[in-house]
């Protein structure tokens, strides 16, 4: 069941009764949901309830099921944990705990129930659907509901928001907390490197995943770690002589620190657990080695939600409120799941028979199954990080010719950079292929600054933001290609990688158009996008923008609480993102902002005195005393930051004061997170592919390599959770060069939600809507 575009009209199902509960494990992006759920359930005239305490709160009722209100929801965005409580429930699964919670609904009238929890308490829902019309009979009997409230609440709707770090739901990509969840387990390796690096120590990190590797496998593929063990891909039988292995030519090839990343239910082929101490013991008693042992346990659960679960979050609630109130009585449970960028809705009932056979699929040590069931994402982060920890890193295969590679770097530093850096060399290296890395950028071409990458000149690569190749903000010009040509030729460069921001998608079409005029550049091209702005052609997502949305994300965050305790006070921030708004837009969306101003949308001086009205009603009127605007940096030139700014002070002087902030380049900075080295890394992997299928194409019969077909330069992209190539022709018709855009930007379809969030319902436009 797929989604479909909605459109949503304030009030069209005024009075219906929704039910919101969190139930079973907390996870970061929980209060995100529930934000979405009271709001956008508020703009379509519903009674928004919540249930506190999970189950138990619903079977006790009373004061566990309140109406939730605009202002109960302001300022959860960024906690943690869920503000309503969550709870396991023995008592929901038995019959009176069927009656109590049914009588609690019926006496509300509340026929819509939206859940957010992990496969126990979504099969809890459906239950409970499933029961709905025995238990009504049971109350009416006993007179405790009566023959109208019977007949009035005569069903219940129920649709499910998955959330659970442990991504372990089949049928959606991502489930809300999981990112978070990598957020802090980065965050705890980022600490173990550099004392592990001091003291060539290895460390045994133990993560979350009782049945699911997925955080396990992530963690081992973006911190460069020696070996992982997840329940899904058990090592063979001889696993410690293979580690031994692996860590002793690690170690020859100059690497310090050791990581060895184990999920909590790791088990051998026979299905026999194994535990860190296991492995701590083969480490220490048959290498020789010191080693240390972190369980990071509920660490991984708590702290703020990372802006992807934010959004995530938002978007699929959003869709959930839609959902429960177009369902038919008769219509099963459904699921909002995530694929491919996209919402969808899955039938719940099919999800949790897939939970299950999984569970006896891994019961029974059937791996194969397990896998099928896991998908083929799963499988190919483990491919990635094979390829990335060869036992062995150079190729020994022969191969028909050793193939000459060049990275170049252009444009604005972007976090993530790095990491596809030190996945291209590896993934060239054992096929046999060598790596220049060009050092400085274009500059850096011009001189000649070419040295060859070795497997353990990347050793490190991934855990630093920044560039080590070193990048400028220099595009090309035709009368430079003959230099670009001289040098290529002189150092036998058969495939060029362009790493970098529009510069570099403008780089690479100077020389597609010249090849006429040179033979060297006739060579396979491909561009990878790295740059916080996001605003290269040919992929959903730019390398180093996740990052960069975080810092945002922080920063907000850390004005709206400096304004904790102190008069009503609004800031107006300043992002970057040249002209384009998908930073300011998304930042603004996941900092739980009141109003964002981009170049893509004009705006005029009457927009602006509707926001400080609204600012001004708000302060007022609400208990809320803090506002945060945001503008991105090339919104407008006449209406700048100080200009807004001063707007905003002059006319809220008697209700608020105004601070303005420009977030400048801390945005470019700060550790790259779990996405970006996984984008970085998976992006240069899918390059390689690329190469050495150009190479077979294009090859003549002497092996050289020459090309004049557009379709050899291309753009390596994410759209959705899948790694492509599209050709710059493709991408160019739809590309406003003037002002660094690509005119087709998904991103864009998320701007009514923003807005519905953000309001306040006396500013409701009726012809509001919005696209999920």
Avoid at 254 to 270: P, Q, S, W, Y
Avoid at 303 to 320: E, F, H, K, N, V
Avoid at 561 to 589: D, H, N, P, W
Avoid at 641 to 647: E, N, P, R, S, W
Wanted: glycine share 8%; charged share 20%.
């Amino acid at each position: 069941m797929e989604s479909q575009h909605k459109k949503l009209v304030f009030n069209q199902y005024k009075n219906q009764g929704v039910a919101v509960v969190t139930s079973g494990g907390d996870s970061q992006g929980m209060n995100a949901a529930l934000r979405a759920i009271v709001r956008i359930g508020l703009y379509l005239g519903c009674k928004i309830f919540y249930i506190r305490e999970g189950y138990e709160g619903l079977i006790a009722g009373n004061e566990n099921i309140t109406e939730a209100t605009w202002n109960s929801v302001s300022s959860i965005i960024q906690k943690g944990g869920t503000v309503i409580g969550s709870a396991r429930s023995e008592r929901f699964m038995t019959p009176e705990g069927k009656l109590k919670s049914v009588k609690n609904l019926v006496k509300r009238g509340i026929t819509n129930l939206i859940v957010i929890g992990g496969d126990g308490s979504l099969t809890g829902a459906m239950d409970l659907k499933n029961q709905w019309s025995d238990v009504l009979n049971q109350l009416e009997k006993s007179g405790e509901i009566s023959k109208e409230e019977k007949e009035r609440y005569n069903y219940l709707n129920v649709v499910g928001l998955i959330g659970t770090i442990d991504n372990d739901f089949p049928g959606t990509n991502m489930t809300i907390g999981t990112d978070s969840a990598l957020h802090r387990i980065l965050e705890a390796v980022n600490a173990l490197e550099s004392t592990a690096y001091s003291h060539r120590r290895t460390f045994i990190l133990e993560v979350m995943g009782r049945h699911c590797g997925y955080l396990a496998l992530k963690t081992a593929m973006t911190t460069e770690a020696d070996y992982v063990f997840v329940p899904e891909m058990p090592p063979p039988l001889n696993w410690p002589a293979i580690l031994k292995d692996k860590i002793t030519t690690s170690t020859r090839y100059g690497k310090r620190l050791h990581l060895i990343v184990l999920a909590e239910g790791a088990i051998d082929l026979n299905g026999n657990p194994i535990t860190a101490l296991m492995v701590k013991k083969i480490v220490t008693e048959n290498m020789g080695l010191d080693a240390r042992i972190t369980v990071l346990g509920h660490v991984q659960r708590g702290g703020s939600p990372s802006a992807y679960d934010r959004i995530l979050a938002s978007r699929q609630a959003a869709a959930a409120v839609v959902a429960v109130l177009e369902l038919k009585p008769d219509d099963r449970p459904i699921v909002v799941t995530v694929e491919s960028n996209e919402i969808k809705l899955m039938d719940l009932q099919t999800c949790i028979e897939n939970v299950k056979k999984l569970q006896i699929a891994l019961k029974n040590l059937e791996f194969n199954k397990v896998l099928e069931l896991r998908g083929k994402s799963f499988i190919n982060n483990f491919k990635v990080f094979q390829a990335l920890n060869k036992l062995h890193p150079y190729s020994d295969t022969k191969t028909e010719k050793v193939r000459t590679f060049a990275i170049l770097q252009v444009g604005t530093p972007a976090c993530g950079v790095n990491a596809a850096v030190f996945s291209f060399v590896r993934h060239c290296l054992h096929r046999g292929g060598r790596v220049y890395g060009i050092s400085g950028g274009l500059h850096g071409l011009f001189e000649g600054n070419f040295n060859l990458l070795t497997w353990s000149d990347v050793n490190g690569f991934v855990f630093e933001g920044g560039s080590y190749l070193g990048m400028k903000r220099v595009v090309l010009s035709d009368c430079m290609c003959p230099k670009v040509a001289e040098v290529l030729e002189k150092f036998g460069v058969e495939g060029l990688l362009i790493i970098g921001g529009f510069e570099a998608f403008s780089n690479a079409y100077v020389l597609m158009r010249n090849r006429e005029n040179f033979s060297q550049l006739c060579i396979p091209i491909a561009v990878i996008p790295a740059t916080i702005n996001n605003n290269v052609p040919g992929s959903e997502f730019a390398i180093g923008a996740d990052t960069a949305l975080n810092v945002i994300a922080k920063s907000c965050d850390l004005f709206r609480q400096s304004a904790m305790g102190t008069k009503s006070r609004v800031f107006v921030v300043e992002t970057m993102g040249g002209r384009c708004g998908y930073l300011c837009s998304i930042g603004a969306l996941v900092s739980g902002a009141d109003s964002s101003y981009i170049f893509e949308e004009p705006f005029n001086l009457n927009n602006l005195q509707k926001d400080v009205q609204h600012m001004i009603s708000k302060m007022k009127h609400g208990k809320i005393l803090r506002g945060l605007i945001l503008r991105n940096e090339k919104c407008n030139e006449n209406y700048s930051l100080d200009f807004i700014a001063k707007i905003f002070a002059e006319e809220g002087k008697d209700v608020f004061s105004t601070k303005k902030n420009v977030l400048g380049h801390i945005q470019q900075g700060d550790i790259p997170t779990s996405f970006d080295r996984s984008l970085g890394i998976k992006l240069s992997a899918r390059a390689v592919e690329w190469f050495y299928e150009q190479f077979e194409i294009y090859k003549n019969k002497e092996g050289k390599i020459y090309s004049k077909s557009p379709n050899s330069v291309v753009v390596i992209g994410l759209y959705g959770n899948k790694e492509c190539h599209t050709t710059l022709e493709e991408l160019i018709p739809n590309t406003d060069f003037e002002h660094r855009l690509y005119r087709c930007q998904w991103w864009l379809n998320l701007r009514w939600l923003f807005k519905i969030l953000a309001l306040h319902e006396s500013n409701y436009n009726v012809e509001n809507n919005i696209i999920y």
